[in-house]
Nanobody, 127 residues
């Protein structure tokens, strides 16, 4: 299984970015996938997740600003990030997991334990 993120970069406060994650070799039909981030000096945290039923879950800090989506045909995961703020500056990681317990459980408990990880993409938001 391979996950490759793209779409990171530098943007000014209030701007938008769209992260993409290309997933190959993942064939499980029961799963959760999502985005985690690690801000400077902070622990890795969950940002957004989606499970095999299409249920989504978001961290409170990004609700209403970020949207997670998936393209099953192309095995891709996306994170649309709007109204970006300097506190969103972080390395963003794509992750996939074979757990059956849904998006919220995945986001809450798998910050370091997800089955598969990408290498991350840097997002920098300047004020």
């Amino acid at each position: 299984v391979k996950l490759v993120e793209s779409g990171g970069g530098s943007v000014q406060s209030g701007g938008s970015l769209r992260l993409s994650c290309r997933i190959s070799g993942f064939t499980d039909t029961t799963y959760s996938m999502g985005w985690f981030r690690q801000r400077p000096g902070k622990e890795r945290e969950g940002v957004a997740a989606i499970d095999h039923e299409g249920t989504t879950s978001y961290a409170d800090s990004v609700k209403g600003r970020f949207t997670i989506s998936q393209d099953n045909a192309n095995q891709a995961l996306y994170l649309q990030m709007n109204s970006l703020q300097p506190e969103d500056t972080a390395i963003y990681y794509c992750a996939a997991d074979r757990s059956p317990w849904g998006a919220t459980w995945f986001l809450t408990y798998r910050q370091r334990l997800a089955d598969y990880w990408g290498h991350g993409t840097q997002v920098t938001v300047s004020s």
